[in-house]
C-alpha cells in the first residue's frame, strides 16, 4: 500500500495540470517546436484518445500477425510432410536470429538520423518483413509447386495399390494405404514456408519495441502509463479479432471459394488489416528528427528524469515565476496591449520572462539525454547483473516457455487430441476434416484468449493493490498451470474454452508485473535489501537495457521450447505433452518468483 501511495504522488507530481513547473516547461517547448521548419509541438502537447488510437494500431496489426503466424503455421508444416521433431526446431530459427538482432536493431532506432525519424523506419523495415511473412507461409505450398515441387503423391500411390491387389474405395477415403505427405515431396515449400515463419515471427516480435518507444516518444511523460494501457488492450483486441477470424469455416463462403481455401482467406484478410493499421500509426505524427534532437535540448522529449532533475534543482522555481509573473504585470499596466498578451501567455501556462531562465535550465540537463545502449553493453549486462535481476529474468524465463509451448502447439493440440484428427491423412477424408475442424475450434479457444488478456491487463494493477505484488504474481502463474492440467487430462472442447483465460491471464501478468518491479529497482535504487535497509547498488545499470533483457527472455524461452517439445510429443506419442509441459514449467516459475524482490 505505501507504494502504491507513492506511486500515486510521484504521478501528481509529474502531472502539467497540478504542478505549473511542469506546464510552463511543456509550453515553453511546444512554442520552440512550432517555430521549426516543420510543425513539432505535438510532442509536447497531450493527446487525445482519437490520437491514442492511431498510435496505438500498429499493436493490433502485430497481433492480427500473431494470431495467423501462431493458429496456422504448425498445421501447415505438419500437413506439408515436416513430422512433430522438426516441426518444433524450426520455431527456434527466429529467437535464434531475435536475441541478437533485437537490441542491434534498437541501437539503429536510437542512431538513426533520417528526415522521417528514428522509429517509423524500422517499423516500415520491420512491417515489410511480417507482410512477406504472411504471403509466403499460406503460398508456400502453391509455390513450391511452380517450383517443382512433387507434391501429394497418395492418389496416385493409392490407386496402384486399388489395381494390383483389389483393394477398395474405402482405402482411399481413409488413408490407410500410405504413411501420409513427406517432407521430399515438398523441398521448395518447406524451404518458403519456413523462411516465411522466421520472417513473421522475428519481425513481429522486433517491431513491438520500436512501436511502444514511437508510442513513448510522441506522448509527454504523465501520459505514458495511459499510452502503455491503451496499447495493451489494442494488442489484446487484435488477438481477439485475429484467432477469431481463424476460427471462422472460410471455405463455405463465397470469400473462402473467391480466395481459395480457408488458410488463404485468413492470411489475405489479416494481411490487408495490418497494412490499413500500419499506415494509420505511422501516419500519425511527425517525429523529430535526431540531428535536431542533438543540437536543440528545447525539442528533446520531456522525460521524467528531466522532470524530477528541474523540479530538484531549485526549490522556489514556482515562487520564482509567481514572483516574476506579478513584476511583469505592474511594468506592462502601462501598456494595454502588452498586458493583454502576458495575461494571454500566463492563462496558458507560458511566462516571458522566465523562458531565459528556462533554456539555460535545459542546457544543464543536456547530460540527462541518454546515449543509446551498444551490443556489447547490452550482452555484458546480461552477464553481470543484481541477484534480485537474475530471479526476475529467470522467472520470466520459465513463464515464456509455459506460456510459448502453449501458443505454438495450441492449435494442433486440439485437432489431434480433442477431434481426433490428423494432419498427415488424406485431403477430405474423415480424420483430415476433423483435424482442420479443430484447428478452427482451437482459434476459438485462443480469442479467448487474448480477449481475456486484454481484459486482465486492465485490472492487474487494481489487484497489486488490492492483494499485493507477490501474490498476483505467483497466484497468475498457478491458475495457468492448474489449467493447462486439468485440459491435459481431460481434453475436452469445454475446457479448450473455459481453460484458455489461463492463458490469458499468464500473458497479462508477464507482460506487466515484470516491469513495474524492473521500474520499481531502478526508481528507488533498490535490488537488495538486507537486514531491512536497501542497499544501493554501485554498478550502474540502465532502465532501457534491464527492460530490454527482461524482454528478450522471450528469445531464450521460444529456442529451448522448440528443441525440446517436438522430442517430448514424440516420446510420449500424445500432443498431450504440450500442456503437461506447460503445467510444469509454470509451477516451476511460480517456486522461482517466490525468491524475486518486490520492493
Not at 507513492?6 to 511543456?26: F, H
Not at 483435424?435 to 497489486?464: D, H, N, P, Q
Not at 528469445?555 to 498431450?576: E, R
Request: some cysteine; proline content about 4%.
Amino acid at each position: 500500500m505505501v507504494g502504491v501511495t507513492a506511486d500515486a504522488s510521484q504521478a501528481n507530481q509529474l502531472s502539467s495540470v497540478r504542478n505549473p513547473m511542469i506546464k510552463y516547461m511543456l509550453k515553453t517547448r511546444e512554442n520552440h517546436a512550432r517555430e521549426q521548419d516543420r510543425d513539432y509541438s505535438h510532442v509536447f502537447r497531450r493527446k487525445t484518445r482519437f490520437e491514442m488510437f492511431r498510435l496505438s494500431a500498429i499493436a493490433m496489426a502485430i497481433e492480427f500477425a500473431y494470431a495467423a503466424e501462431t493458429s496456422f503455421v504448425s498445421p501447415i508444416l505438419l500437413q506439408i510432410g515436416v513430422d512433430h521433431k522438426h516441426m518444433s526446431m524450426t520455431w527456434g530459427l527466429s529467437p535464434l536470429i531475435g536475441f541478437f538482432m533485437s537490441p542491434l536493431l534498437g541501437s539503429i532506432s536510437d542512431r538513426c538520423k533520417l528526415r522521417w525519424g528514428r522509429r517509423r523506419p524500422i517499423i516500415s523495415i520491420l512491417s515489410f518483413g511480417i507482410m512477406c511473412g504472411l504471403i509466403l507461409v499460406p503460398y508456400g505450398k502453391d509455390l513450391g509447386l511452380l517450383l517443382g515441387d512433387a507434391g501429394y503423391t497418395y492418389a496416385e500411390s493409392a490407386l496402384n495399390f486399388t489395381s494390383s491387389s483389389g483393394g477398395s474405395v474405402a482405402a482411399l477415403v481413409s488413408g490407410e494405404a500410405t504413411t501420409g505427405p513427406s517432407a521430399s515431396d515438398y523441398k521448395f515449400a518447406v524451404i518458403l514456408t519456413i523462411l516465411g515463419m522466421v520472417l513473421l515471427d522475428f519481425d513481429a516480435d522486433t517491431c513491438q519495441t520500436p512501436a511502444r518507444t514511437y508510442l513513448l516518444d510522441m506522448c509527454v511523460p504523465e501520459e505514458q502509463p495511459k499510452a502503455m494501457t491503451m496499447f495493451a488492450l489494442f494488442a489484446g483486441f487484435g488477438g481477439t479479432i485475429g484467432y477469431a477470424i481463424g476460427g471462422v469455416d472460410w471455405e463455405t463462403t463465397h470469400i473462402g471459394s473467391f480466395m481459395g481455401g480457408n488458410i488463404p482467406t485468413v492470411f489475405t484478410l489479416v494481411t490487408i488489416i495490418f497494412a490499413v493499421c500500419y499506415l494509420i500509426t505511422v501516419t500519425t505524427f511527425r517525429e523529430i528528427p535526431l540531428p535536431l534532437i542533438e543540437q536543440d535540448e528545447l525539442l528533446r522529449p520531456l522525460s521524467e528524469q528531466a522532470i524530477k532533475k528541474e523540479l530538484k534543482k531549485k526549490n522556489n522555481t514556482i515562487y520564482y515565476i509567481q514572483e516574476t509573473t506579478q513584476l511583469e504585470l505592474q511594468m506592462a499596466s502601462d501598456d494595454p496591449k502588452r498586458l493583454e498578451a502576458l495575461q494571454g501567455s500566463y492563462q496558458n501556462g507560458y511566462s516571458p520572462a522566465v523562458e531565459k531562465q528556462g533554456k539555460s535550465q535545459d542546457l544543464e540537463t543536456q547530460s540527462d539525454y541518454d546515449a543509446p545502449v551498444s551490443l556489447k553493453a547490452y550482452l555484458k549486462s546480461i552477464f553481470i547483473m543484481p541477484y534480485s535481476m537474475r530471479m526476475l529474468a529467470l522467472t520470466n524465463l520459465f513463464c515464456w516457455m509455459g506460456h510459448v509451448t502453449y501458443c505454438l502447439y495450441f492449435t494442433d493440440f486440439v485437432g489431434e487430441a480433442v477431434f481426433h484428427g490428423d494432419p498427415t491423412a488424406a485431403p477430405n477424408s474423415e480424420a483430415a476434416l476433423n483435424y482442420e475442424a479443430g484447428v478452427r475450434f482451437g482459434c476459438w479457444g485462443m480469442a479467448i484468449y487474448a480477449f481475456s488478456c486484454s481484459i486482465y491487463s486492465l485490472s492487474v494493477t487494481k489487484l497489486m493493490k488490492w492483494f499485493g505484488t507477490k501474490a498476483v504474481y505467483i497466484s497468475g502463474m498457478i491458475y495457468y498451470g492448474i489449467g493447462m492440467l486439468v485440459l491435459g487430462l481431460w481434453p475436452t472442447k469445454w475446457g479448450v474454452l473455459v481453460f484458455s483465460t489461463s492463458a490469458g491471464i499468464l500473458y497479462g501478468t508477464i507482460f506487466t508485473v515484470p516491469f513495474i518491479l524492473v521500474a520499481r529497482y531502478h526508481a528507488k535504487n533498490c535490488f537488495s535489501i538486507k537486514n531491512g535497509e536497501i542497499v544501493p547498488l554501485k554498478q550502474a545499470r540502465g532502465l532501457g537495457t534491464d527492460v530490454a533483457i527482461i524482454s528478450s527472455m522471450v528469445f531464450i524461452a521460444q529456442l529451448i521450447v522448440s528443441l525440446s517439445v517436438g522430442p517430448l510429443v514424440s516420446w510420449m506419442d500424445t500432443t498431450c505433452a504440450v500442456l503437461y509441459a506447460s503445467t510444469f514449467l509454470s509451477f516451476l516459475a511460480a517456486i522461482a518468483a517466490m525468491f524475486v524482490l518486490y520492493v
